[in-house]
């Protein structure tokens, strides 16, 4: 069936650049998404990959697609307290529950300054 | 816009009691779907919608129900709260012409004691 993993934590210094990993085992997705939680709040869409692309990126975000090992990352240039939450990686599967995403646990993040 | 809008924020429920958690969004969008996450567990889908008058059971649907009968409004209704069943509980829309990705609405804290 479908499955995401994700690390469940990450710790990086203010400045550095936080790599965010996550794996998935349906090779038919179509996007691959990555969503910021803050505490006590929603999930809100950071950015997003369509599955023929390689990389994406989009200001201090680059998001990496390796389709033959079914591995998607983040990373976050010059990580700022700011982004500390939990960053979930998620994919929408074709064919299936069509339109819903299937999430992995979450990674959270912690930014030391 | 106000996006997805859930409600309430907090309720507190005693065992058997029963409940509606309103969500409403107000971008057409044709997919809804309602989430419960979980310390250590992610997000899980209970049910989606792919349009007015269509719903499907997710990944753990028992103890509750939907219903879609507008584009708008997908409520989740608690049949006989049990202690299991206290979580957060996210509602989200999607445009499936788009990227699929889901706005999220900032989630109603359920407890049953």
């Known amino acids: 069936g479908e499955d995401v993993e994700q690390s469940l934590f990450l710790s990086v210094r203010e400045g550095d650049s936080s790599v965010i990993n996550c794996t998935y085992t349906?090779?038919?997705?179509?996007?691959l998404y990555w969503y910021k939680q803050e505490p006590g709040a929603g999930l809100q869409l950071l950015t997003y990959?369509?599955?023929?692309?390689d990389m994406k990126q989009d200001q201090r975000l680059t998001v990496l697609l390796n389709k033959k090992d079914k591995h998607l990352s983040l990373r976050i240039a010059d990580t700022q307290t700011g982004d500390s939450a939990i960053y979930f990686c998620?994919?929408?599967?074709?064919?299936?529950?069509?339109?819903?995403?299937?999430f992995g646990k979450g990674t959270k993040l912690s930014v030391k300054p | 816009n106000a996006g997805v809008t859930q409600t309430p924020k907090f309720q507190v429920l005693k065992t058997g009691q029963s409940m509606t958690l309103q969500c409403a969004q107000d971008?057409?969008?044709?997919?809804m779907s309602w989430y419960r996450q979980d310390p250590g567990m992610g997000l899980r889908l209970i049910h989606y919608s792919v349009g007015a008058g269509i719903t499907d059971q997710g990944e753990v649907p028992n103890g509750y129900n939907v219903s879609r009968s507008t584009t708008e409004d997908f409520p989740l209704r608690l049949l006989s709260a049990a202690p299991s069943q206290t979580s957060v509980y996210f509602c989200?829309?999607?445009?499936?012409?788009?990227?699929?990705?889901?706005?999220f609405g900032s989630g109603t804290r359920l407890t049953v004691v």
């Open positions: 971008m057409n969008h044709e997919y």
């Open positions: 989200a829309s999607s445009d499936p012409r788009g990227s699929g990705g889901y706005t």
């Open positions: 998620a994919e929408s599967i074709i064919g299936g529950s069509q339109g819903n995403l299937i």
């Open positions: 990959i369509f599955s023929n692309m």
């Open positions: 349906d090779s038919s997705s179509t996007y």
